[in-house]
């Protein structure tokens, strides 16, 4: 079992900035791609950005040139920096990974993991 776990969220004004964190624990064989996604109540779920095991990146057009995506595989640990942030962005922020287990690798399993979630509130 692999655990994910966002902190970094908070409360800004338009224009601020936010580093958002996942730290994956567990029994970890494993983290393929990993990224961010938010929610908004009643909106879907969106991609924000993910990052490959070789560290290659891809953005939503709405936060491009706004926020970076990073991963420390040493440390199991995937960061989102938010600039310029928008009222828009507000949303509940869920750090996501595929990956395996030792026990996943051993049965021939893939698993995607979601964290908790993280809230982000942009003030106008």
């Known amino acids: 079992q692999v655990q994910l776990v966002e902190s970094g969220g908070g409360l800004v004004r338009a224009g601020g900035s936010l580093r958002l964190s996942c730290v994956a624990s567990?029994?970890?064989?494993?983290?393929?791609?990993m990224g961010w996604y938010r929610q908004v109540p009643g909106i879907e779920r969106e991609l924000v950005a993910t990052i490959t095991e070789d560290s290659t990146t891809n953005y939503a057009d709405s936060v491009k040139g706004r926020f970076t995506i990073s991963r420390d595989n040493t440390k199991n640990t995937v960061l989102l920096q938010m600039n310029s942030l928008k009222p828009e962005d507000t949303a509940i922020y869920y750090c996501?990974?595929?990956?395996?287990?030792?026990?996943?690798?051993?049965?021939?399993?893939?698993?995607?993991?979601w964290g908790q979630g993280t809230q982000v509130a942009v003030s106008p």
């Open positions: 996501h990974a595929n990956g395996q287990s030792y026990t996943d690798y051993e049965r021939g399993y893939d698993v995607d993991y």
């Open positions: 567990g029994d970890i064989f494993i983290l393929n791609g």
